[in-house]
């Protein structure tokens, strides 16, 4: 189906060569960095009453991991959550999984982000610009942008006509990290096209420690590496604009491909068996898990006078896999005749459109009107189970306006309206069903486990919105404040799951009658600048009804490897914290910065923290830069946490040392860019309490020396204009 | 000008300061987790098929003991479950029982596990799984053995009737 589409965007990409006109003459330039301008961002920030942050290419190469969450996690208030040296996934202020959105060219990405061993798939190498915004966004996105945004976009096309390109090769310690991207862009007249390349392969990881122990049984670790973490990526990813007179296009195709290995201890019950070396550090086998995700889309944008119209489109890929040796619970499941060991399998297909219309009426109005759909429909597979068949169907209409009286005051508000449709289908478990009435259950209890999932049918409707204003009372102060009530609606999952989470050994149960997760959410930003000296601090707080959870039932599960029932309950809770950012430049080349979190999370009818809950935590940075050079060292702290829901594992604080260091080498014709990073210095152990491998006692990598070398080039065409 | 910001800046401590505090102030409750101490079976030990199992462990919670629970299955393969191909006359040996308890500590010690003849022999998982009232959970995992050679365990007169 999905290639149609790729076969006419590749059309696009290989007639546009062709259309290049000869060069005449070759001028060779250094590429200066591609940073974002003060007034690009100070236009955005200025325009959100949200806190906003946006972060270019040049921060993400200086605090670069190889993995796009990881390196984000410098901006205060997020959080990556990994499931070891591959995959993480995004947190912002305590809301993980469903509860926030990545959108790259205005496209929503949707993977399997419900489940706690997914990662993001987004190439690192190709993030050109980041803008995060924390908070309430379900009037911008819908549904899952409650908690906030990290929104993925192209730096705009070069002005001049040229080919530019770029090398950058990336080198890790902690698990043997080999990578690189190349990238290669063109632009000629009205067309840019870009096409980027990227992979990545990287062994075990090294952890500071001989053992681990895990429900009493001590296991060991092999050469201080955790057996069957390797993994590799490639990613490739082609963009292409054009943009003639009032009118703008662009056309994306991605595909991210990821493999990692799981740590064998965390599938199943930890067996000193299964952890001995086998003498190979970079091999992936079972269990493993593999996805793959592809991405097209395009925007359609024409701008007249007072009017901009523009258009998304996109459709998505996501096929998610994990395999595992084959095993059952039940004694009577048979083998299966194809792909004996695929445990797993999701195929999750999503449409995407939206339209958007901007009415600049006067300098002092701005109106935008919005319109999305959305459709999706997962489909599964594999000798397990975990989550449903279903189709899910959104769709969304908005209002926005903002009144800016003057430079100095703006007074956005809007409201949104979005339906939604999930359609779950039941699955029955034969094998299930016959393992129970051999073992003499009572009918009625069998007729309650036989159902992995139950057919579920729902409706829902909810109305989001937010209303805000950016105040700047002069240039070295802005006060932004916010009150949005955003949604979100239950996940398969959530609505009709019943059985062992294979990851979590926990019998998680759904609730087919769940209402939306919605909350009131208020937010509060204050900058300041005073000659050397910038400050921000953003508290927030808000208040959920109907927060889904899982609560802990006290009910015995008859099923295998399964404790009590854990059953999805909406609840009131309350999130509340704060960040803070206080730069301070002084004898010209020195500039110190300490950026600072917390997030509070409350259930109210638990009288509990909510699980998954950030540790407050602290980076002290002081940065030396002199012309081509720059040294950093930083501490980061976390603090100990002890406010943790029921059945999750206190987790304990730890002082990180880090350093680095980047340098600007002029060599030939180009400027060689190099950043050299060395992380955990000490080689603490210690754990991370959002980690995945956690509640496996298992901890975070050790010291890790990071190489990153970036060879850009750049070649001015002069080619005539049409 | 400078007042309105200095009031601004005042506003917005106030309201991180109250969120922070007024929160704080309710009470939380238990989300410490029972302690299991398996005395028998101990790790690696060989049950005798026929017989019935000495089960011994001690539960204790810091406010209120709710259940626990004992699962035995089959474990033969050394790591996976994996279904044993070809005919067996004997049956894969599975247990699972629930039983109430309360109080802040208690001793367990009972024979109500009786492993049949037609078992078959092989590696075992016990496993232990106790919750408190506040529905804190925690179990624990055993490799056993089944045999026909089990030795029969030696029993002392119990000193504690449960």
């Known amino acids: 189906m999905y290639i149609k589409y790729i076969a006419v965007i590749l059309i696009f990409a290989y007639t546009l060569p062709l259309s290049a006109q000869e060069t005449d003459s070759l001028k060779i330039e250094i590429l200066n960095e591609v940073t974002v301008s003060d007034s690009y961002r100070n236009n955005i920030v200025r325009q959100s009453a949200l806190p906003v942050d946006i972060v270019d290419k040049s921060f993400m190469y200086d605090h670069f991991t190889g993995n796009f969450m990881q390196t984000l996690e410098y901006i205060p208030g997020i959080h990556s959550m990994d499931i070891g040296s591959g995959f993480s996934k995004p947190m912002i202020r305590g809301m993980g999984f469903n509860r926030i959105a990545v959108t790259e060219n205005g496209i929503k990405q949707e993977g399997q982000q419900w489940g706690a061993d997914h990662g993001l798939e987004i190439d690192a190498f ?4 980041v803008t995060v915004r924390k908070g309430p966004s379900s009037l911008l996105y819908g549904s899952d942008a409650m908690g906030g945004v990290i929104e993925l976009s192209q730096l705009p096309a070069p002005s001049d006509n040229m080919v530019y390109g770029e090398l950058a090769l990336l080198g890790k310690s902690v698990n043997g990290t080999l990578g690189g991207s190349v990238m290669s862009g063109v632009k000629i007249n009205s067309w840019h096209v870009k096409l980027r390349f990227s992979e990545q392969h990287f062994a075990d990881y090294r952890i500071p420690a001989d053992t681990i122990v895990y429900l009493t049984q001590k296991l060991p670790v092999h050469n201080r590496r955790l057996k069957n973490t390797a993994g590799f990526e490639r990613n490739a990813g082609l963009f292409s604009e054009y943009r003639k007179g009032r009118y703008y296009a662009n056309y994306a195709v991605g595909n991210a ?20 070396d086998d003498g190979d550090s970079r091999n992936i086998d079972l269990p493993y898990s593999r996805v793959n995700h592809l991405k097209i889309s395009t925007r359609q944008q024409y701008t007249r006078n007072m009017l901009s119209v523009c258009i998304d489109a996109g459709f998505q890929n996501n096929h998610r ?4 040796s084959f095993h059952t619970h039940y004694g009577n499941q048979p083998v299966p005749e194809t792909n004996p ?5 999701f195929s999750l297909n999503t449409f995407n459109s939206s339209l958007k219309a901007d009415l600049i009426y006067s300098s002092q109005w701005k109106h935008t009107f919005g319109f999305d759909v959305q459709r999706q429909r997962n489909s599964v597979g594999g000798y397990s189970f975990l989550l449903p068949e279903y189709e899910r169907f959104t769709a969304g209409a908005l209002w926005l306006s903002v009144f800016r009286p003057n430079d100095r005051f703006s007074l956005s508000g809007g409201l949104r309206y979005d339906y939604g449709k999930m359609d779950i ?7 299930l069903e016959e393992y129970l009435r051999r073992r003499n259950y009572a009918d009625e209890l069998v007729e309650a486990y036989k159902w992995r999932s139950r057919a579920v049918n ?3 409707g909810d109305v989001s919105g937010s209303l805000g204003f950016v105040w700047i009372p002069d240039k070295s102060h802005q006060l932004k404040v916010n009150l949005g009530r955003s949604f979100r609606l239950p996940g398969a999952n959530e609505l009709a799951s019943n059985g062992v989470h294979h990851g979590a050994f926990r019998h998680e149960q759904g609730n087919a009658s769940l209402l939306s997760e919605r909350g009131w959410q208020f937010d509060a930003s204050y900058s300041c600048q005073y000659r050397n000296i910038a400050f921000t601090t953003s508290p927030f707080f808000s208040w959920y009804d109907k927060y889904i959870y899982l609560k802990p039932t006290g009910e015995w599960s008859v099923l295998p490897h399964a404790g009590q029932i854990y059953r999805y309950t909406g609840v009131e809770a309350i999130f509340t914290g704060m960040e803070a950012d206080l730069r301070l430049d002084f004898f010209r080349n020195f500039t110190y910065q300490i950026t600072g979190e917390y997030v509070y999370t409350y259930n109210t009818d638990e009288y509990t923290p909510l699980s998954f809950s950030p540790p407050a935590s602290m980076r002290n940075r002081l940065t030396w830069r002199h012309k081509i050079v720059q040294f950093n060292v930083e501490l980061q702290s976390v603090a100990t946490q002890n406010r943790v829901a029921k059945n999750e594992d206190i987790t304990h604080g730890v002082n990180l040392l880090h350093l680095g260091a980047t340098f600007e080498i002029p060599l030939m014709v180009t400027n060689v860019d190099i950043t050299f990073s060395l992380q955990n210095v000490l080689n603490t152990k210690y754990y991370n309490h959002l980690s995945f491998y956690r509640k496996v006692e298992i901890p975070e990598p050790g010291r890790n020396f990071l190489l990153l070398i970036k060879i850009p080039f750049i070649n001015k065409l002069k080619v005539k204009l049409q | 000008m400078k007042t309105i910001i200095k009031f601004s800046i005042i506003c917005l401590t106030a309201i991180s300061f109250l969120t ?3 929160c704080d102030k309710n009470e939380e409750s238990d989300t410490t987790k029972p302690v299991i101490k398996l005395i028998e079976p101990e790790e690696d030990d060989v049950l005798k098929i026929g017989a019935d199992v000495h089960f011994e462990a001690e539960f204790e919670d810091d406010k209120m003991l709710a259940s626990y629970k004992v699962n035995i299955h089959p474990n033969f393969d050394g790591h996976s479950h994996a279904v044993t191909k070809g005919e067996t006359e004997t049956v894969d040996f599975e247990f699972e029982k629930s039983w109430t308890i309360s109080g802040k500590n208690t001793s367990i010690h009972h024979h109500e596990i009786v492993i049949p003849e037609n078992a078959t022999p092989g590696h075992y998982h016990l496993m232990v799984y106790c919750t408190d009232a506040a529905g804190n959970e925690s179990y624990i995992a055993v490799d056993i053995e089944l045999s026909h050679e089990g030795e029969e365990h030696e029993h002392e007169e119990d000193e504690h009737n449960d």
């Open chain 1, 257 to 276: 491909y990821q493999k990692v290995g799981f740590f064998a201890g965390a599938h199943g019950i930890p067996d000193a068996s299964r952890l001995q």
């Open chain 1, 126 to 129: 190709g993030v050109e610009r």
């Open chain 1, 321 to 324: 896999e994990e395999w595992s």
């Open chain 1, 425 to 431: 289908e039941a699955s029955h478990d034969v094998y």
């Open chain 1, 341 to 345: 060991d695929k445990e797993l399998d």
């Open chain 1, 458 to 460: 729902r409706h829902f």
């Open chain 2, 20 to 22: 922070f505090t007024g």
